[in-house]
C-alpha cells in the first residue's frame, strides 16, 4: 500500500520491450537506502515489484496488463516518473490508501496559473467519473490530490508549488495521457450498497437496510 506522496522523481534508464511486455530500468536516489528484490515501488501510480537492484537504478517487469491500462507503454529513455516505496507501518499517513492498482487513464485538458498555484484538469471515462467527488482524493500518476472541482466529463486540482517542484506534473503539457487511481473508498461502498456493476451474488445490503441499522 501507497499514500501518493511521491518520495522523488527518477528517470527510465532503459527499457527493453517484449511483444506485449517490458522490462524497466529506473534511476534515483532517495529510495535506494533500504529497497531490495520483491519490494514494492509505486511508479507513476503503478505498484511494479523490483527485480534486480545495480547502484542507484532498479528493473521492473511491466506486463501486458498494465501496459493496456497504464500511460506506463508511452514512457521512453529519460522520461521523469513518480517514485514513491510502500507504505511503513510506523509511517506517518499523509495522503490517502493507494494501492497503485490504477483504475485507468485520463488527458489533460487544460492546465492555468493561479498566483502560486497551477490548477490541473483532466478528462476522464464515465465509468472513472463516477467515483471522483468534490474535495476528495484522487492520485494523479501517484500523486494523492485533492478534487477542487467536478463534472460529468473532467475534474481540476490545484497544486501547491511543493507538489509541483518534487513531481512530474510540470513536464506535463494539455493532451497527455495520466493515469488515475480513484479512492477505494467509494468502490467498496458501491459495491456493498449493490450499485455497482454485477460481479456474482449480491451481499444483502441495501440502503434500506443501512437506514434501519441507523446508518
Known sequence: MFTGIVEETGRVAAIKKSAKSCVLTISGKIIFDDLKPGDSVCVNGVCLTVT?????????????????????????TGSPVNLERAMRADGRFDGHIVSGHIDGTGTIVNIQKDDNAVWYTVAAD?????Y??????????GISLTVASVTNQNFSV?????????????????????????????KYVEKLMGSGPKQGPGSGITKEFLERAGY
Do not use: C, W, Y
Not at 55 to 76: I, P
Not at 126 to 130: T, V
Not at 164 to 186: F, M
Open 132 to 141: 471522483i467527488v468534490e474535495k476528495g482524493s484522487i492520485a494523479i500518476d
Open 126 to 130: 464515465s465509468k472513472l467519473m463516477r
Open 52 to 76: 534486480n537492484l545495480a547502484g542507484n537504478t532498479f528493473t521492473a517487469d511491466v506486463m501486458s496488463e498494465t501496459l493496456s491500462r497504464s500511460s506506463l507503454g508511452r514512457l521512453r
Open 158 to 186: 490545484s497544486i501547491i508549488p511543493h507538489t509541483a517542484q518534487n513531481t512530474t506534473l510540470p513536464s506535463k503539457a494539455v493532451g497527455d495521457i495520466v493515469n488515475l487511481e480513484n479512492d477505494i473508498i467509494g
